[in-house]
């Protein structure tokens, strides 16, 4: 898949945000990554998606060649590639960070990443949102979804190097947030493939 990604510091909802350009045509692949949200929400559209900035939050359009009535099965499994990447920038095992169902990535302190996954006419929007480092105000939640980040997450010789400099040198945190983006879209490129090809 080519990815055309869209840069925002500031939005009311990425997933709103994708549905408007696939309501004009663009193609599958385009995203959308902002810094903030300002009306996220997540799989339970009556939970909002608190989205303060030192998270990664995008969302994707995807148009799986599938039958519509298997989309809700890809949620576990887009889910578990995003955590094999969490789990790769933080050194950590299966034991540390793992998919809670549906699609809820989560470690022993909370939750790390929500996803939700929005469908219509064939086409699918998938939101993405990972608390990647701390943001100047703690979040609120009403104690079923404790916040968790991954900045906590394993020791300074399990870190990849480039999150270990992200760590240390704020100047370099958005372009590390979209690095990992990069490489999060790229894991679920790969597992949607893989998905398609079990219903050839």
């Known amino acids: 898949m ?34 903030r949200q300002e009306s996220g929400r997540g799989q339970w559209k009556t939970r909002p998606w608190v989205s303060p900035e030192g998270g990664l939050y995008f969302s994707v359009l995807l148009e799986p060649r599938i ?21 790769s920038i933080a050194g950590v095992t299966e034991n540390e960070i ?6 809820d990535v989560m470690c022993e302190a909370g939750k790390l990443c929500g996803m939700s996954l929005d469908a219509k006419d064939g086409k699918v929007v998938l939101g993405v949102g990972v608390n990647v480092f701390h943001p100047k105000e703690p979040i609120v939640t009403d104690g079923r979804n404790v916040a968790a980040y991954v900045c906590d997450l394993g020791t300074e010789e399990s870190r ?18 979209d690095a990992v983006m990069q490489g999060l879209l ?15």
């Open 2 to 35: 080519n990815f055309d990604i869209i840069y925002k510091d500031v939005t009311g909802s990425t997933n709103d945000d994708v549905w408007d350009l696939a309501n004009h045509g663009a193609h599958p692949g385009v995203a959308v990554r902002a810094l």
């Open 160 to 177: 990849s190097l480039p999150f270990a400099n992200a760590l240390s040198n704020p100047l370099l945190r958005v372009q590390y947030l």
């Open 186 to 200: 790229g894991a679920i490129d790969l597992e949607l493939s893989a998905i398609e090809c079990e219903h050839i």
């Open 98 to 103: 793992w998919v809670k169902p549906a699609n």
């Open 67 to 87: 039958p519509e009535e298997e989309f809700p099965s890809m949620s576990p499994r887009l889910a578990e590639a995003v955590a094999r990447i969490v789990r």
